[in-house]
């Protein structure tokens, strides 16, 4: 990996996002949020949020440099990367596949997006939300196999996904301290066969979503296959130095 490519910040809506809060800006070279993610600190580059993200939650204003993704980006990121039934159809892996297309990133730091959610207490930095990976999705069936996937897309293309968060976590990435973002030089060394076959296996399945949108019918899909597949990854991932 070039130190010419960014090391981003990317941040969700989980309790323990607010520790981002007071992170110094130079242990990032940008700083991606997403949905209300943008009210946890003001100097973030990048919000994205899907078309039903309501619009009284949006920032009012823009400051220089800052910049919106919406759908007509993120889509066509996203089915670059295998479309929405592979990938996984949270806003923490869209915006992370929009990122890895974009931004050409050699390190992509997560924090807020460990996708766990107690049954008591706040489940969001802002309070109770509604757990987006929680809703029946054929997408979602399972959330660590789908990190482990997007963990072995970016190390394809040269780039490593970190968790910065010290809690129970949904990422099977490997932790990093945020200070640390900058000067992360793991990578994965990939098997680029099984990676190839897997791939292989997904399309082979033809679940195509040009336009984001998919049916959600586990009669509509075979499940049995996409388990596998997620079986797949994470095995892939599990086993890689």
Known sequence: MTQTRPAILILG?????????DW??????????????????PDWDVLVYPE????????????GGQRVVEADEFVPAQNLFGGFIHAGAT??????????AALEPRVMAFMGCDMVYPKKGPTHFYGK?????LREDISLRDLGAKSARLALIAAERGCACVNLS???????????APR?????????????QRYRRLRAKEDALGYETPDGRYV????????????????GWRALLSQQG
């Open 13 to 21: 809506s989980g309790p323990n996002v607010v520790a981002a809060a």
């Open 24 to 41: 110094p800006r130079d242990w990032f070279d940008l700083i991606v949020v997403m949905n209300n993610a943008w009210r946890v600190r």
């Open 52 to 63: 039903d993200f309501p619009e009284d939650r949006r920032p009012e204003a823009l400051a």
């Open 91 to 100: 806003m923490a892996y869209t915006t992370a596949y929009w990122a890895l």
């Open 129 to 133: 939300g509604a757990p987006d990976p």
């Open 166 to 176: 010290e809690d129970e976590s949904s990422l099977m990435f490997p932790r990093c």
């Open 180 to 192: 640390d973002v900058k000067r992360w030089r793991h990578t994965l060394d990939l098997d680029r």
């Open 216 to 231: 959600n019918d586990s009669e509509a899909v075979d499940i049995a296959a996409l388990e596998r597949i997620d079986a």
